[in-house]
């Protein structure tokens, strides 16, 4: 039983120690660490070019993302596509204004697990993971619960 106990703890500690300290590198080579954007949230995005969810939250994550750059918040994106020039080319034609990352799975094991497309992680200004979703966002329902959280 203790080995158990003990094995939970770890894995509790690394799965904490591994997002508390991600590092991404984007596609025009700047290094994204979530420790640079203390003081703003940070949602990190999962998505691919052929996910028509993806597809569909896309327009929100840029007004989302260029409402709030300056002041509070930024949209990281996580392409896990296939090739890093079919990203570029979609990323050129949607005006995709956050910064992108080509990721696979290994990497993304950073942030934490990724089962369906899109997948979201939110950060809090303090750096402490606060909400995981899987599945589309809207700018709203980011901009609610940041809204609500700080009331709390």
Not at 53 to 76: G, R, T, Y
Not at 134 to 147: C, D, P
Request: glycine share 8%; proline share 4%; charged share 20%.
């Amino acid at each position: 039983m203790s080995r158990w106990l003990l094995l939970c703890a770890l894995l509790a500690a690394s799965v904490s120690a591994g997002a508390a300290g991600f590092t991404l590198q984007d596609m025009s080579g700047k290094t994204h660490q979530l420790a640079d954007y203390r003081g703003k949230w940070v949602l990190v995005n999962f998505w691919a070019t052929w996910c028509p969810p993806c597809l569909s939250e896309i327009p929100e994550l840029i007004a989302l993302h260029d409402a709030h750059k300056d002041k509070d918040l930024v949209v990281i994106g996580v392409a896990l596509d296939s090739t890093r020039a079919s990203v570029a080319e979609f990323a050129g034609k949607s005006g995709i204004s956050y910064p992108l990352v080509q990721g696979d799975r290994k990497m993304s094991a950073q942030i934490g697990a990724v089962e369906v497309l899109p997948t979201s992680y939110l950060y809090a200004p303090d750096g402490e993971l606060v909400s995981h979703q899987a599945g589309e966002l809207t700018r709203v329902s980011v901009e609610t619960y940041i809204k609500n959280k700080k009331l709390n």
